[in-house]
């Protein structure tokens, strides 16, 4: 795979082929940017009776997205651009392209078709069945789509040569290139360290929800994304029910966020402006590319982390904030002094619910998941077994009981929908964040100071350099050694929020 | 074309070549709505550096669209479903649905793929090269891209077989089936009647135009359309520079109006209620097929302007909601009556701007239009006597001075994008508008006690059932006669406009 820049190269400008290569990909790139739209559109903005056709929708231009990429012409014109791919340096955007490309036209031609599209079917009515059971707390009408769905899972898994375990596979979808073991590894220290930690915290006094008021929730919220980089010339903020990150396009990035009693509307808001930021900052000159996106789930989440915790619930970042926000609501935070709020918004609490969950017991939630589904994808756990497994161990880790289906087994939607592997992702973006955050604080020393007096840009500017930008012309185990210099390590993870909450 | 229901057909159900057309045409569907909804965001709510991305997202969206309809296999399959079609009676879904894709089909195929590349790309920089002209009250920059576009047009003109006049091909593009010969005749009528009744309106001693609050705006225009039909579950209604309506899938329908001074909020906001209305109640069952829209542009503005001015300027809705105008802005309505408030929203008044004209003076612009680009078009006018031209007639028209090109020639986006035979289905849907509403008079006696009421169901329930119903599934002239039992004609106008405005 090693390339160097060819002096005499026999070509001067690239050649026709990958002409063509490109705008085949763009065509790809401008139905799937088409495509965010209509997602992002269901979730905030559609009129709830358009639902039936915007499902047609989503299928069809899915399914024209795949097929116009898996072409056997896509994969000619690879094929014949293989020498030239040669005679560029690696890191160049051309040979980048070519090298993506193939790995991705690799993968996509492995399945089926009428496989993607049973898997598709299959998702879409295991998720109609997973909310049903939620709204009822119960479990059975769940599970015959959970055991469909891996038997999928299983037929999808036969398409790709063997890997060492089973659960590479799936694993690869979102975090490509990661194994199983090195997941495992990291996690294993993690739970070792982190379980003793959650023990210590022992269960602190309940405190009663804020309520703010909805207007001043959004006033404050857009004060803090204006600071941190949100611009109105490229991004948008609007209200979902389950908050999440888009951008239908290049220089179009749309967070979403919930209005809601707590501050989640606000550390919610910032997370997904972590994810937002990532890709805004990715070198324009990937747009319509398949290199114009973030690496891998993993590497996304640790900039939602990084923005959200790091940057988020610092105590310098309160420096400059706290003040406003008292000034915003001087009827709840009047007479509550910064140190106090640092601590209210920096609690280690056991809980049932994953999306409320705090720093640290947020992964124990995760490795709970990736447990039980490698032993569920090995046959070491049948799914009537499942609610069960998950309460006898979701006490061992958090202890807490867990008191119904609803706020255990049935509170995620990923494996009604088809998704396994992707929990795993959650808990690596926190490894992953403290790792370049380290690296990070080497070059800029002053970034308390600055966090202080309300500056961001120094912070952006250093992550958009040594990571945002590459987008996917890298494998996510390369970018995370550009951006840390390191592969990935528990190590830093653990020692930060050991020094956070240990003494707490 | 005449066919009738065969006893003992020997199709029991649709063939199979008939399943895979519905197939086809459901996917080319799919993605004209996901179009239609790239278009509406763009004018509602994306961030503005989205535009490049958004453009090329547009180009291949509409490319995919094309290419999926005039594949060969379509033309394959429609030639294959002559007997079945034959066997059907004319009115019958499949029968239908075969038809109108007949047609759609073979007049996409008769032009070539570059050639609609070529104007697809000419209007688009022609609208830039507008706006900018336009900007600077300078039609020079503007002058070769006319040019251009004219010259695109006489070739894609060529591509169809010879009609009795070059117009007739590019009027068909929205008004299928529509002669020039026809509109001249009604446009002349028009103009022999309406030139004196502006004459004698004189000029009304100019109003300082209402300053609304905004809040309070948009409270009224949604009070006004719940009651007309507006609901929630498939409906929206959001801020735009220039107001439109798009349905961007069945059961989501999204109006735009613009809050500014005036009333034009209002009654802009009930004209596209006029359009979505007919979108929103075409029967379900041709969602997803050629069927499913309004049948031409001059019968969706029949619509647009019957709820506009038919329903919304009239008294008996007034008498209604005028109590409620009160209330919502005691400073501005509470000393004016009713009848003066009737008096202002209802006076003929020349004015430069088409889109701010008044219901008599409005057609005038239209005929000035239609006249000009058949000029243009014929060779008759050369483009840079096109300014002067519009002076000199303009003033002949309205009887006022036309002041500079920005408020003169420039006003409108249509030619420098290149539509030209658009601007006359405006007209053709006022004309319209009144020959079908004369005749739901007649089975709606009790019309006017109704509005004063707040009823406006039975009305909708009317057009419903004589014409949105249809969809495409007949020709605008054979549509327009199941509405009103006649073909085009400008009596039935010219008298209600003369009954309304004559008498002063």
Chains 1, 2 share one sequence.
Not at 172 to 188: H, I, L, N, S
Not at 381 to 391: D, K, M, Q, R, V
Not at 401 to 406: A, F, K, L, N, Q
Request: net charge negative; charged share 25%.
């Amino acid at each position: 795979m090693a390339a160097q820049a060819t002096v005499g190269s026999p070509f001067v400008s690239p050649p026709a082929a990958f002409d063509e290569l490109r705008i085949r990909l763009a065509e790809v790139s401008d139905v799937q940017h088409a495509s965010g739209l209509l997602f992002w559109d269901q979730r905030t903005k559609m009129p709830p009776a358009g639902s039936e056709g915007r499902a047609e929708q989503v299928a069809t231009l899915g399914r024209i997205a795949h097929e116009r990429f898996v072409d056997a012409a896509v994969g000619r014109l690879l094929e014949e651009l293989r020498p030239y791919e040669d005679s560029l340096p690696r890191e160049s955007f051309e040979a980048s392209l070519i090298r993506v490309a193939r790995r991705d036209w690799e993968k996509a031609t492995c399945v089926p078709p009428s496989l993607t599209a049973e898997m598709r079917r299959a998702g879409a009515l295991g998720f109609r069945a997973w909310s049903e059971a939620r709204a009822a707390s119960d479990f059975s009408p769940l599970a015959p789509h959970l055991e469909r769905n891996l038997e999928l899972k299983h037929r999808y898994v036969a398409c790709f040569p063997p890997a060492e375990e089973t659960y590479d596979i799936l694993l690869d979808d979102y975090e490509p290139g990661m194994k199983t073991a090195e997941v495992r590894a990291v996690f294993d220290e993690l739970k070792r360290e982190l379980i003793p930690l959650v023990r210590a915290a022992g269960l602190p006094e309940p405190t009663p929800l804020l309520e703010l008021p909805r207007d001043g929730q959004e006033r404050f919220a857009r004060r803090v994304l204006d600071r941190l980089g949100f611009d109105e010339r490229s991004w948008r903020l609007d209200e979902t029910a389950h908050p999440f990150m888009s951008s239908p396009g290049s220089g179009d990035v749309r967070l979403t966020t919930r209005w809601e009693p707590g501050l989640n509307w606000l550390f919610g808001a910032i997370h997904e402006f972590g994810h937002g930021v990532y890709e805004h900052d990715i070198d324009p000159a990937l747009a319509r590319t398949p290199l114009g996106g973030g690496v891998s789930l993993g590497l996304h989440e640790s900039q939602s982390r990084t923005w959200e915790n790091l940057v988020g619930r610092s105590r310098p970042f309160w420096r400059f904030f706290y003040p406003q926000l008292q000034d915003a609501f001087p009827e709840h935070f009047g007479g509550l002094s910064e140190d106090d709020f640092g601590r209210m918004t920096n609690r280690v609490e056991p809980s049932l619910i994953r999306v409320d969950a705090d720093e640290v017991t947020y992964n124990l939630h995760i490795i709970l998941r990736f447990e039980l589904e490698q032993e569920l994808i090995d046959g070491r756990l049948e799914i009537a077994e499942l609610p069960g497994a998950w309460n006898e161990r979701f006490e061992e880790y958090l202890g807490i009981p867990v008191t119904s289906d609803r706020e255990g087994v049935l509170q995620d939607m990923h494996w009604g929908g088809g998704a396994f592997g992707y929990f795993s992702t959650y808990s690596l973006g926190n490894v992953m964040s403290v790792q370049i955050w380290e690296r990070m604080l080497v070059d800029l020393p002053e970034l308390d100071e600055q966090f202080a007096r309300g500056e961001f840009a120094p912070l952006r500017a250093w992550y958009g350099e040594h990571l945002y930008r590459h987008g996917r012309k890298f494998t996510p185990q390369e970018t995370l050694e550009l951006a840390c210099g390191s592969t990935l390590d528990a190590g830093p993870y653990v020692r930060y929020l050991q020094a956070k909450y240990a003494a707490g």
